[in-house]
Nanobody
Framework: QVQLVESGGGLVQAGGSLRLSCAAS????????MGWFRQAPGKERDFVAG???????ANGDSVKGRFTISRDNAMNTVYLQMNNLKPEDTAVYYC????????????????????WGQGTQVTVSS
């Protein structure tokens, strides 16, 4: 069983920055693929970013060049640095873990992740 706890969400003006953190339980965190997804009201849950155990990363098209995912295996934590935030980035952001191996590339589909956090709200005002 893996528990994921997100933090760092909040209210920010357009053009601003936030850093989300996700602390994970489990002794084999370094072997997990970690991902961030977001869901706005009335919309589907969308892929934001993912990072593999070897630190290969992938980003959703809407956040490329603005968001960066990273991980600290010593702290069992994954981060999402969000810069140049836009009102359309407003959503609940979820951390997810994929604990089984299928590929060295970060998974981008929600169904591939088997553990999820409770989410943290990010609101970007115009």
């Amino acid at each position: 069983q893996v528990q994921l706890v997100e933090s760092g969400g909040g209210l920010v003006q357009a053009g601003g920055s936030l850093r989300l953190s996700c602390a994970a339980s489990g002794r084999t965190f370094s072997s997990y693929v970690m991902g961030w997804f977001r869901q706005a009201p009335g919309k589907e849950r969308d892929f934001v970013a993912g990072i593999s155990p070897s630190e290969r990363t992938a980003n959703g098209d809407s956040v490329k060049g603005r968001f960066t995912i990273s991980r600290d295996n010593a702290m069992n934590t994954v981060y999402l640095q969000m810069n140049n935030l836009k009102p359309e980035d407003t959503a609940v952001y979820y951390c997810a873990a994929k604990t089984y191996y299928t590929s060295s590339y970060p998974a981008t589909a929600a169904y591939q992740y088997n553990y999820w956090g409770q989410g943290t709200q990010v609101t970007v005002s115009s």
